[in-house]
């Protein structure tokens, strides 16, 4: 027992590596206020926790957390504290400390200064750079994107002399202003060349912010959100969202809505796909917005993605086969969201894809369902960017028509979204429209003629083969079909098709053999003669064939088979 309480009593009282580990934890998460508090907490007991000589780089890589922390909370005696203490270790160290040390400059106004700092950083980097990228450019990076800040502290030394020396009258103020809008706008270009990593943004975002303030510069931390989200890093991009709302004006509602919809986002992938957090905030959102009347431009499309994404929470909670009073109550949503962006791709996939599934569960007004899942899909196919996506709507709008289509209001509306529906598009289904023509429908028969013919006409070798193989089908009312489709496309392009028939023809008498073409063409013979006893039929198989190959060119191969038939 004594020696015991001898160990614990040589033992530190603090565990310093657990500590360095909630200080790198916070920096990941972007957790600024609560490292800064974590440090006043550590500050406050130093002299106990770092008692040995070994502790002296732990305690400097603190320093240049909380330099990263002072600097995103604007927290200027902070930085120049820990800057002032930092004794880099590395390479690394040096260029973070000299980045540090020139937006300190600028914030004081010792411009003359900052220049120097900048010149004799880039001079550091040209020997190194030109090195690393003879042997790959990923290992240069780093010092590129370094010296890309570099270039920004500069621009930004430039715009703050402007604004020292022009701002006596309204004339200069109104250039200052306009050339710091130029320069918002090459910054946004060149961010738009950067990789996807939320470190790199967050410290790109930290030197903006020495002109832009968190309101002017919103956009770039809502996309910063973004990126965090998609790495996976939701209770980054959340605090970032925090910091956000915090340092702007709620009274702006484009902003507003915009934030409460990029948390709600986040919300909604943090907790596992959990909604009802998101909902709650939505609803307080949708009470708020539905009290005014903003007739901007982004302050429509901003409340279409509110109601849109309102929309999507409610029909993830949504039981096709037992909750079918709400489904209008959703697609309401869809519509108001269409209503105020007629161009907002997801709120018409949206709409008709609740439709297209509901149709499917609903016992009456199926048809009006499918009415407007048409529609909605037809909209999004033609305001849709992503192919694959267009693709999805186009096979679900098919199935409906294929389903319900021997009604004559859906024939109706069908052959008028034929013509809004570019032919570019109709071309990556024609697999499927191909099976489907000897379809016992005649409506549905019709329309798929009117929509192959359309396609012909405009491409007509996305047609030329499968047509061509078609027109020798065993089915009467495909090859009848195919007769149909190819008498108008034949007389506008003759020549394409003739050259694609002897081609065709060509390669499948060379695909199939004579002693296989005769065996499959006696033993369907047989069938017809012994079986069904019908004898014309059994003829005709075998006359057919005799035609066949008395048109085949004369080679060894056939006269091989002649001599042993």
Wanted: proline share 2%; glycine share 2%; net charge neutral.
């Amino acid at each position: 027992m004594k020696e015991s309480k001898k160990k614990r009593k040589n033992e530190p009282p603090y565990n310093i590596d657990l500590i360095m580990d909630n200080y790198a934890c916070l920096e990941g998460l972007s957790d600024w206020n609560n490292l800064l508090l974590l440090d006043n907490e550590i500050q406050s007991k130093k002299d106990e926790i770092f008692i040995n000589e070994n502790d002296d780089k732990k305690y400097n890589k603190i320093n240049y957390y909380m330099a990263e922390s002072a600097l995103n909370l604007n927290k200027w005696d902070k930085l120049k504290m820990s800057v002032s203490e930092m004794i880099p270790d590395n390479d690394d160290e040096k260029l973070d400390k000299t980045l540090y040390e020139v937006i300190i400059k600028i914030h004081d106004d010792e411009l003359s200064k900052a220049k120097q700092l900048i010149e004799q950083a880039r001079l550091s980097l040209l020997d190194k750079v030109k090195i690393l990228l003879k042997e790959s450019y990923e290992r240069a990076y780093k010092l590129l994107l370094f010296n890309d800040n570099l270039y920004q502290l500069e621009e930004i030394i430039q715009l703050k002399d402007y604004q020292k020396n022009n701002l006596e009258n309204i004339v200069s103020k109104k250039s200052f202003i306009l050339n710091k809008e130029n320069l918002k706008n090459r910054w946004d270009k060149r961010m738009k060349n950067i990789s996807k990593d939320p470190r790199t943004h967050e410290k790109i975002l930290a030197i903006r912010n020495l002109v832009l303030n968190y309101e002017e510069d919103y956009e770039k931390y809502l996309d910063l959100a973004k990126i965090c989200r998609d790495n996976d890093e939701f209770k980054k991009s959340m605090n970032i969202l925090e910091r956000l709302n915090q340092n702007t004006n709620k009274i702006h509602i484009s902003l507003s809505v915009t934030l409460s919809m990029s948390k709600c986002f986040n919300e909604n992938y943090e907790l596992g796909n959990n909604n009802i957090k998101a909902k709650d905030e939505l609803e307080k959102i949708i009470k708020e917005i539905s009290q005014f009347n903003y007739n901007d431009e982004m302050s429509k499309k901003l409340r279409s993605k509110f109601y849109c994404y309102y929309g999507f929470i409610l029909m993830n909670q949504f039981d096709y086969g037992t909750d079918k009073k709400n489904v209008n109550n959703i697609l309401e949503y869809f519509k108001l969201s269409t209503k105020y962006d007629p161009s907002y791709y997801k709120a018409w996939h949206l709409s008709a894809l609740l439709n297209y599934k509901y149709f499917e569960y609903a016992e009456n007004d199926r048809l009006n369902y499918a009415i407007n899942a048409i529609e909605g899909f037809t909209k999004s196919i033609c305001i849709g960017k992503n192919i694959t996506k267009i693709l999805q709507d186009l096979l679900l709008l098919l199935d409906i028509w294929f389903r319900v289509g021997n009604e004559e209001i859906i024939d109706k509306i069908m052959n008028e979204k034929i013509e809004i529906i570019s032919i570019d598009i109709w071309s990556m289904v024609i697999p499927q429209l191909i099976t489907r023509i000897n379809k016992p429908n005649p409506l549905i028969r019709k329309t798929l003629i009117s929509i192959l013919k359309k396609i012909g006409l405009n491409n007509p070798k996305s047609l030329a083969y499968p047509l061509t193989v078609l027109k020798n089908s065993k089915s009467k009312i495909r090859a009848e079909v195919v007769s149909l489709i190819l008498e108008d496309i034949k007389k506008k392009h003759e020549k394409l098709f003739e050259e694609s028939e002897l081609i065709i023809n060509e390669l499948n008498r060379c695909a199939l053999c004579l002693h296989e073409q005769w065996m499959e063409a006696i033993e369907e013979s047989a069938k017809f003669f012994f079986k069904t006893k019908d004898y014309d039929k059994a003829i005709q198989i075998l006359s057919e064939l005799h035609k066949k190959n008395g048109n085949t060119p004369k080679n060894n191969e056939r006269n091989s088979f002649s001599s042993i038939i």
